[in-house]
């Protein structure tokens, strides 16, 4: 089992910042990737940012340029730097891992952003 914790999230005026983190634990080995998924009210969830075990980086084009999202191997850490937050970012963010080809969910940070 993974477990995953996010911190983070709040409610931050459009142009602003937030940054979240989510450490992994637990069964942590043969991760292929982690990263951040957001589901917006009334959306599907989608991907915000991954990062593979490998260092490879996804973006949503809705987010390039804004968002940043980095890894800390030995802590089993992912973070996403947010800036420029605009209010269409507004959703519930969800850490994420894929380990071993199967997705574990972290219990989702919220993050409003207010016009």
């Known amino acids: 089992q993974v477990r995953l914790v996010e911190s983070g999230g709040g409610l931050v005026q459009a142009g602003g910042s937030l940054r979240l983190s989510c450490a992994a634990s637990?069964?942590?080995?043969?991760?292929?990737?982690m990263g951040w998924y957001r589901q917006a009210p009334g959306k599907q969830r989608e991907l915000a940012a991954k990062?593979?075990?490998?260092?490879?980086?996804n973006y949503a084009d809705s987010v390039k340029g804004r968002f940043t999202i980095s890894r800390n191997n030995a802590e089993n850490t992912v973070f996403l730097q947010m800036n420029s937050l605009k209010p269409e970012d507004t959703a519930v963010y969800y850490c994420?891992?894929?380990?071993?080809?199967?997705?574990?969910w972290g219990p989702g940070t919220q993050v409003t952003v207010s016009s």
């Open positions: 990062i593979t075990s490998g260092g490879i980086i």
């Open positions: 637990g069964s942590i080995f043969n991760i292929n990737a």
């Open positions: 994420y891992v894929l380990k071993e080809w199967e997705p574990y």
